[in-house]
């Protein structure tokens, strides 16, 4: 299956992201309902083992959020730099932007003793609506990430091809 074969090339190419010899991402289909595991019935994301660094946490998120194949994650794009911002403007019909941009595009992570992490990323979205914000996502002890919250940049109308 394209799935299986595209996370096993995800890990593959990480640096510091992997899963334990022996074990590989395989998918279930049924119908339109598509779930990945590494172990069936068990949420994959305990089975990855993440270097404990800023960049594998931010590797991390990219992976699983590919693996996931959410239908919104195809139409986000991360920002990290000025250029990528600008690009992300241009595309946008009638940007309006609602906060000044200070702080840097670049993604961040806090990682904390207790086996959690904070990934702070920004990104260009245009599910359901044109959006550039700064994410905040808390990675659990099991190391699945939650939704934290989202401060918006800026907004524009949707239905822009990217």
């Known amino acids: 299956m394209h799935l299986e074969l595209q996370a096993a090339a995800l890990l ?3 640096d510091g992201v992997r899963l334990p010899p022996g074990k590989r991402v395989a998918y279930d ?3 339109r309902i598509v779930t990945p595991y590494v ?4 949420p994959v994301f305990p089975h990855f083992i993440v270097r404990g660094t800023a960049p594998a946490i931010f590797e ?8 996931l194949a959410s ?40 990682l904390r003793d207790d086996g959690t992490a904070r990934l702070d ?12 914000e700064r994410r905040a996502l ?13 401060e918006l940049i800026a907004e524009g109308r949707a239905g822009v091809a990217v």
């Open 12 to 14: 593959e190419t990480a």
């Open 29 to 31: 289909v049924d119908g």
């Open 39 to 42: 172990v069936r019935g068990e």
């Open 60 to 67: 991390y998120w990219m992976i699983v959020s590919e693996i």
């Open 71 to 110: 239908s919104a994650w195809s139409v986000t794009k991360v920002i990290a730099d000025a250029g990528e911002y600008d690009d992300a403007l241009r595309r946008m019909q009638q940007p309006q932007i609602v906060k000044a941009l200070v702080a840097a595009f670049l993604p961040s992570a806090e």
């Open 121 to 132: 990323v920004t990104v260009y979205t245009r599910a359901g609506e044109e959006r550039v």
């Open 138 to 150: 808390i990675m659990s002890d099991q190391q699945e990430f939650v939704f934290h919250g989202r």
